[in-house]
């Protein structure tokens, strides 16, 4: 399954299917005088002798968050230029969205920008892989120093997904969840039923391709979020206080945060656009700690919200509600309407 | 007297007097819901009481390439983050090329870029503060983690220039130089008469003015340096090896560089283009250490340039040479070849 991007200029190609790194990777690097592999330790670790034993001398990336540090930045920049890379090679990224952050953020900087492939290795990564955002983060807070860099193509092998611990499995869920919420309600519907007893790998292929479609969408219309590309941040307000707070994986907290904006969608529209009971009730099976909403405090989770970088006012938060299934809107909550909304979500609980 | 860029969209206003920082600035800051006023300590210390009485609460940044290290790269972002910036908010960087740069590379990377505004005190930043290049410093080698990010507005306060001293005067008085040669043969003559003596501030403006419009044309037309943006490294791949061995100012090495691009060219092309006796006369009498030139080992220079990052090959090395004033083309000189050309010019000196 390929599919393409849409934008004025500077397309690619998203490659999505099971064993089609190795046959599809070297296509893109006979491009390019010579390539270098950025690569997730854990990752490499699990695939070293099977799906990456083409991969020649990688640059070990750790796992997770750790590769997305100043420090982290620094070795990977030092260490592509010590092996004295051009600006006409090619840089390719394999790993989780951590991974794909911090080393699209080098290929971004490194020589002012050289070209990389994006090699997503959890679920996740259908969502962070797409959109030429990378990232490391400060001491502040996640993502805040960074830079847009469109990938010249994304290569999803799904047959890593197959290692995946299954929380970071519930984790990646969290954002094929909120697609399908941005998509329409026959989506979340046919999502919910396929995953009615469980979730796994067997059903998602059409939904992780469901979900890049729908995140293209919206970022080939506003690549730099100045307008609707903010709809993506779907139930990460409240998601990133809370990723934050209680050191969770991105998407389970999303999906706690998703929980909240289905909340206040309700308060704010006055009608139940959203069956709170079901989706709890479902959140809970596939244990998503709900539990923690109801330990949250509404002080601190509002002064985390207000260090948002995508929040321009202090005394209001922007928050991403719905109308209906697949129909966003862009508002500012007061503090104290917040303060109220949060307490009555932890009462209902 | 105003300068306005011509790239298709994204344009900004170079302003370029004397005593206009405070006035022409205020109009921009209007526009902006807070502002971050970067400063080189250096200017600060000269300026804090006069030119620079309006700036409150300024990031100081320390003077010279000290502000362009990984270290420096994280406090400035830090700081900015730790002072709430955000999206709608503006950045001044005040300061000469390196200043530029980092803050530049500050603005371009926090929260995945920020507007911000050059405020050039140096005679090179005439030609730093154009055209929207940022970057930092690598272990191995200078402006090799970077971003382009355009600023919305430079302001070249020519009062700041009065407590430069020499030598860095002389140092941006090379850019000066090379610009005049990009431009034609009119331009270098009139500017050698006009600092037949000497070099000093009276006669610049002119001259300044020129060279912005010359710079101008290369980088709106090639932005991203794939054809003949190139051609502003005039005298740049020799002269970042002096720079860096021999630890000179910027403008200082790349005009002895030039004088060696006026000699290869005169030898590719068999004929006399440029006058090299007048031109080493002129050079000498302002005080530029041609000296040095006498004394580069050929294997050293030739190691140094070839960790440019503009040059994407290793056996051969990329040059920009003249036709004839106004008239450059790009080459590759073999390593043989090269040595050649060096040896010689030293026995020539
Ligand atoms: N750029 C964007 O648009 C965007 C969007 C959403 C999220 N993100 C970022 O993505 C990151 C989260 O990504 P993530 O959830 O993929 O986390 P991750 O990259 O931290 O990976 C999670 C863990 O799984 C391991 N792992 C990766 N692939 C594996 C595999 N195939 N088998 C076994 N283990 C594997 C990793 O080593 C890590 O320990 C966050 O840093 C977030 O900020 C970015
Ligand atoms: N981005 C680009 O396109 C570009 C182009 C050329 C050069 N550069 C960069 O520019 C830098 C060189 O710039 P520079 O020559 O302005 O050097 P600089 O910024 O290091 O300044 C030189 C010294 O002069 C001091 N100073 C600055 N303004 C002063 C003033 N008005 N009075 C007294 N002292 C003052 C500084 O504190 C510093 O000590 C290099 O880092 C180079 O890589 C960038």
Chains 1, 2 share one sequence.
Request: proline share 2%; with cysteine; hydrophobic share 40%.
């Amino acid at each position: 399954m390929e599919i393409r991007t849409d934008y004025a200029d500077g397309n690619y190609t998203i490659h999505v299917d099971y064993g089609i790194l190795e046959a599809s990777i070297s296509e893109y690097i006979a491009a390019y005088s010579s390539v270098h592999f950025l690569v997730d330790q854990n990752v490499y670790a699990l695939y070293k002798d099977s799906l990456l034993s083409f991969v020649q001398h990688p640059i070990i990336l750790e796992g997770g968050e750790a590769s997305k540090s100043f420090d982290a930045f620094k070795h990977i920049t030092e260490t592509l230029l010590e092996r004295g890379i051009k600006r006409n090679h090619l840089i390719v990224v394999i790993g989780g969205g951590a991974a794909g952050d911090a080393g699209g953020f080098a290929a971004a900087t490194v020589l002012r920008g050289v070209d990389y492939i994006q090699v997503p290795t959890t679920l996740l990564a259908h969502d962070s892989s797409i959109g030429g955002k990378t990232a490391i983060n400060s001491g502040h807070g996640k993502n805040l120093i960074g830079a847009f860099h469109r990938p010249k193509a994304v290569i999803y092998d799904l047959s890593f997904l197959e290692t995946l611990p299954h929380h970071e499995l519930l984790s990646g869920f969290g954002e094929v969840f909120k697609h399908a919420l941005l998509k329409d309600e026959e989506t979340v519907r046919t999502l919910m039923d396929a995953t009615r007893t469980k979730i796994s790998l067997d059903m998602m292929k059409p939904f992780i391709i469901s979900g890049i479609e729908t995140k293209m969408h919206y970022v080939t219309t506003d690549e730099k979020e100045s307008g609707i590309r903010k709809f993506l941040n779907l139930g990460h307000t409240l998601g990133h206080a809370i990723e934050y707070k209680y050191r969770m994986p991105h998407g389970m907290a999303v999906m706690l945060g998703l929980y909240f904006m289905m909340y206040a969608s309700n308060e704010k529209a006055a009608r139940n656009i959203f069956d709170l009971d079901s989706f709890r009730q479902y959140f809970e099976l596939h244990g998503y700690p709900l539990e923690h909403l109801k330990a949250i405090d509404e002080v601190e989770m509002m002064t985390l919200m207000g260090k948002d970088k995508k929040n321009q006012s202090s005394d209001a938060t922007g928050f991403v509600l719905m109308n209906d299934f697949g129909q966003c809107y862009f508002t500012e909550i007061d503090s104290n309407q917040l303060k109220k909304y949060i307490s009555q979500l932890k009462e209902s609980l």
